[in-house]
């Protein structure tokens, strides 16, 4: 992660979320922390987050006014980028965390133009049992489920908006537990980290309903979701013992039933990405034998399913191994795309495979600040066009690795 200013996003908060730990210690969810002292509050780190294309969604009548900033009391300096989920080459949602609060801003046309900020604030509910070290620390995550569809969680309590952050409602009462997905609902990927989501969701792009699968309740938190090209979905629940085997879990009827098996007990998984009902590819870390020691440097593990997770074949790639969450889609022509950080994470790049992983390019595209993330069937870097200057800051985004389209972020 470059140490120059990058008004795009908040450097120093995407560093401390994409240079992670040893595997073992990667919290595998999109978890902010924050935490108070009794004089003064201060903020930590957000992880920049990937979606699903989902369509646009109408606000709800009757909520409770939330959000908004204050037109009396503008900001004082200019709002900085610090989580990004591409929704696809045109649509994307920006997120600013601050202490106790997070705002959003949405695009639709390629990032031409960017919606208000809206924002859900936390207040003193924010702050929670101090820690051993004095500070007061408070759960906050976030899941985009659309353009104008997010849902928060804060120590447990989930709050979901329809109207793009301007107002909010208790997600216990709103979201409409299912035993199956409806036809025409649209399951939501959390490919890398899947924030407020603790199970399974969906959304009606028509009329707004979100919906949650019922089942599941003995699996531990879900970590991963992908959705195959023929809908079947894909995903991944992290063992709650060390060193355990993660469980993969796949269903082809829209979640009314699973098949789930096993990743080798001596791998972390990284991210699912789904072909089809059939077939799929894990992309893998290999575990150190000690917990505690340095992470396994060498080839990373890939394995495919080609019997809707029967079995799960190791392929002989020669992707390198790194110690960090890294985006992982199926592409343009079934492409294999992979973000990665350059060693001195000063750059961002992608890898890209078209013979089953065996063998993965290195992109010429390069993102110069070391940002990076995903979307079902893209990967995006993030960089400037012109490096003396922050107002040409934007994201690339490619299906391929060879192509490249731009989206330029909210100012």
């Given at each position: 992660m470059s140490d120059r200013e990058f008004s795009g996003f908040d450097t120093e908060r995407v560093a401390a979320a994409v240079r992670q730990p040893p595997l073992d210690t990667?919290?595998?969810?999109?978890?902010?922390?924050?935490?108070?002292?009794?004089?003064?509050?201060?903020?930590?780190?957000?992880?920049?987050?990937?979606?699903?294309?989902?369509?646009?969604?109408?606000p709800e009548r009757g909520a409770v006014d939330w959000a908004g900033p204050d037109p009396t009391n503008p900001p004082v300096e200019p709002r900085a980028v610090s989580g990004?989920?591409?929704?696809?080459?045109?649509?994307?949602?920006?997120?600013?965390?601050?202490t106790c609060r997070l705002s959003f801003t949405s695009t639709s046309d390629t990032g031409r133009t960017w919606s208000d900020w809206h924002s859900i604030e936390f207040d003193d509910t924010c702050v929670s049992t101090p820690d051993p070290n004095g500070f007061?620390?408070?759960?906050?995550?976030?899941?985009?489920?659309?353009v104008r569809t997010y849902l928060v969680s804060i120590d447990g309590r989930s709050l979901l908006s329809t109207d793009a952050g301007r107002t909010w409602?208790?997600?216990?009462?709103?979201?409409?537990?299912?035993?199956?997905?409806?036809?025409?609902?649209?399951?939501?990927?959390?490919?890398?980290?899947?924030?407020?989501?603790?199970?399974p969701l969906?959304?009606?792009?028509?009329?707004?309903?979100?919906?949650?699968?019922a089942g599941e309740s003995g699996l531990p938190p879900l970590v991963k979701l992908d959705l195959a090209g023929d809908g079947a979905l894909w995903t991944v629940y992290r063992s709650p013992v060390d060193g355990g085997a993660d469980t993969i879990a796949r269903s082809a009827d829209r979640g009314a039933t699973w098949r789930t098996s096993s990743a080798p007990p001596n791998v972390m998984v990284i991210a699912v990405a789904g072909v089809s009902g059939d077939e799929a590819y894990l992309l893998a870390q290999p575990r150190p034998e000690d917990p505690n020691g340095p992470p396994v440097v060498g080839r990373a593990r890939l394995l495919h399913t080609t019997d809707g997770g029967r079995?799960?074949?190791?392929?002989?790639?020669?992707?390198?191994?790194?110690?960090?969450?890294?985006?992982?889609?199926?592409?343009?022509?079934?492409?294999?795309?992979?973000?990665?950080?350059?060693?001195d994470g000063r750059g961002s790049y992608v890898w890209s495979s078209r013979d089953g992983g065996r063998h993965?390019?290195?992109?010429?595209?390069?993102?110069?600040?070391?940002?990076?993330?995903?979307?079902?069937?893209?990967?995006?870097?993030?960089?400037?066009?012109?490096?003396?200057?922050?107002?040409?800051?934007?994201?690339?985004?490619?299906?391929?690795?060879?192509?490249?389209?731009?989206?330029?972020?909210?100012?």
């Amino acid at each position: 992660m470059s140490d120059r200013e990058f008004s795009g996003f908040d450097t120093e908060r995407v560093a401390a979320a994409v240079r992670q730990p040893p595997l073992d210690t990667l919290r595998s969810t999109a978890r902010v922390r924050r935490r108070r002292r009794s004089a003064g509050r201060g903020a930590a780190a957000v992880i920049v987050l990937v979606g699903l294309l989902l369509g646009p969604l109408h606000p709800e009548r009757g909520a409770v006014d939330w959000a908004g900033p204050d037109p009396t009391n503008p900001p004082v300096e200019p709002r900085a980028v610090s989580g990004l989920v591409l929704l696809s080459e045109r649509s994307a949602v920006a997120v600013e965390e601050s202490t106790c609060r997070l705002s959003f801003t949405s695009t639709s046309d390629t990032g031409r133009t960017w919606s208000d900020w809206h924002s859900i604030e936390f207040d003193d509910t924010c702050v929670s049992t101090p820690d051993p070290n004095g500070f007061g620390v408070s759960d906050i995550r976030y899941t985009v489920l659309g353009v104008r569809t997010y849902l928060v969680s804060i120590d447990g309590r989930s709050l979901l908006s329809t109207d793009a952050g301007r107002t909010w409602r208790d997600a216990g009462t709103t979201v409409t537990d299912v035993p199956s997905f409806p036809k025409d609902a649209r399951p939501v990927s959390c490919q890398e980290f899947c924030g407020a989501t603790r199970r399974p969701l969906a959304l009606d792009p028509a009329g707004g309903r979100v919906y949650r699968l019922a089942g599941e309740s003995g699996l531990p938190p879900l970590v991963k979701l992908d959705l195959a090209g023929d809908g079947a979905l894909w995903t991944v629940y992290r063992s709650p013992v060390d060193g355990g085997a993660d469980t993969i879990a796949r269903s082809a009827d829209r979640g009314a039933t699973w098949r789930t098996s096993s990743a080798p007990p001596n791998v972390m998984v990284i991210a699912v990405a789904g072909v089809s009902g059939d077939e799929a590819y894990l992309l893998a870390q290999p575990r150190p034998e000690d917990p505690n020691g340095p992470p396994v440097v060498g080839r990373a593990r890939l394995l495919h399913t080609t019997d809707g997770g029967r079995s799960w074949t190791d392929i002989d790639t020669d992707l390198p191994s790194t110690p960090m969450f890294r985006p992982f889609t199926v592409g343009m022509d079934g492409t294999l795309l992979v973000g990665d950080l350059a060693g001195d994470g000063r750059g961002s790049y992608v890898w890209s495979s078209r013979d089953g992983g065996r063998h993965f390019t290195r992109s010429a595209e390069v993102g110069h600040e070391g940002t990076f993330g995903a979307a079902r069937g893209l990967v995006w870097l993030g960089g400037r066009d012109d490096p003396a200057d922050p107002r040409t800051i934007s994201i690339r985004i490619t299906a391929d690795g060879r192509q490249w389209s731009r989206l330029p972020l909210p100012r």
